[in-house]
């Protein structure tokens, strides 16, 4: 397929931007460029004709099964996309005055309204863009509890070794130390090690619930409790929060701080790059911290300030709150409950097909395989079974995650796949097994169906090529 | 597997030999292998203090990242350079491409003899 550069030619162009209806304004001498930008010129057809392609080499939710665990990838509906392409909200500029967009301001209003009522905090900001950007914001505003009381020897972030590697990353971003608490076999927080961790250098703990592998923590209460009493703060990353909504809420669980991933839980677009939103939710006692907006409120005096210019990506919050309106109370347990019954039964419908989980009985809204067992005996890997899925036209689990499982699939199938869509799927993965057993050579070739079939991901990593060689240098 | 008997092993997977007081640091056979192709290496300075069984620094491949554990507490005398522009080195020759060597040594981890080691590495793989 051609890129974009090499279909370009000299003087064509199209009028799909609108004409400027504002006095240009000319930038100072000095920030102009000496060159104009080697932009491709290109006309509407041929550009048209580019996206499509590209799109076809895409593969999304409407695409088909779609089971990337840890990344709740739900059908996303349609009225989500109306409600966001209402004029009102898409024509508003960044420095409007605020009581000209009272509607924007109520959207975040109710959306907070909402969402504290499903996670149990209560405040929350819209600033943040995504999770990651989420969990750098929740402990900006742990360690300005701290300072504000004088406590300046917490420097340490306790995280679980199953944790998703955005929190260990967001807590080094943040100034913080990070130390690792171990699971136990069961794949469950390990108490005593948590109580042999914590300590006066304790500033928080970071946690999903269910965790990473798709467990409830069922010791929670206790967890929060420990972290408490060493004076430690608990944070919740919202990245499992489909499996509960609606039916228990980190707040009641003893966190303080949490975020959510409204891409994920609650149905707005992602995976193609954004845009993301990450709220964060706080209870009371660290409001005053929060980052201010225009129109989310808050600020202050001790305010860590704002983390994201003007009104962040508004348009995902209006996408979330149409969901919710939509589902509503009973709805989102609903999803909840659903998510958690697919991946069970396409957890067992594995089991019974000869798959090994990598943790015993009932998961979560996910589940993890190991493919150890397997791999040893035909010399079939995770990566081979997930390619072999491609040939099947079903996007692969996550692999190789956690890191505490060798050879890990991990599956969250999500509440809106019907259960024909898991039987198919799980006579796919039986199918697998049986090739690979009988002839495992095939399934190192897999997938043959693709555009792309197994791309060199060393090279990519060692010698990435991440700009376009104009042939003119 | 490869499992030279000259040198002493942690159980997360690195190799040490002392020399003359100098410490040097490398990830085993195992290590490389369970890793894959390692893309990135990331290294400590010259000077750098070090502790036994805290990260030295971390290892990329094209599954994951890794934290490297120091074998021993000390200051880093040097590191290998080398791997910062062609970390498959580590792939090739585990045993060659060593990552740091260690002086001032004043503590150890537990480490293991070679037959340990090996014994370690058949309960890892099950």
Redesign the interface.
Known sequence: MKLIFERSRPGRGNDILPPLDVPAAPLPEEYRRKAPPRLPEIGESDLSRHYQALSRRAFGVCDGFYPLGSCTMKYNPKLGEEMASLPGFTGIHPLQPIQTILGCQKVITQAEYLLCEVTGMDAMTFQPAAGAHGEFTGLLLIKAYHHSRGDTGRTVILVPDSAH?TNPASAAMAGFTVKNIPSTPEGLVDLEALKAACGPDTAGLMLTNPNTVGLFERDILDITAIVHEAGGLVYYDGANLNAIMGVARPGDMGFDVCHLNLHKTFATPHGGGGPGSGPVGVKEFLIPFLPGSALGGYGGEQSIGQVRAFHANFLVVVRALAYLLRLGNAGIAEAAHTAVLNANYLKQKLEEAGYTAAFPGLCMHEFVLTL?GLK?ETGVSALDAAKAMLDAGIHPPTM??P?IVHEALMFEPTETETPDTLDEAAAVLAEILRRAKENPEALHAAPVTTVIGRPD??AA??RPVVRYAFPEG | MNIPDELRYTKSHEWLKEEDGIYTVGLTDFAQHALGDIVFVNLPQEGDPLTAGEALGDVESVKAVSDVISPVSGVVKAVNEELLDNPALVNEDPYGAWLVQVEEVSDEEELLDAAAYEAHCAGEEG
């Open positions: 590697g150890e040893k190789y995650f890191l991901e060393t990593a060692r």
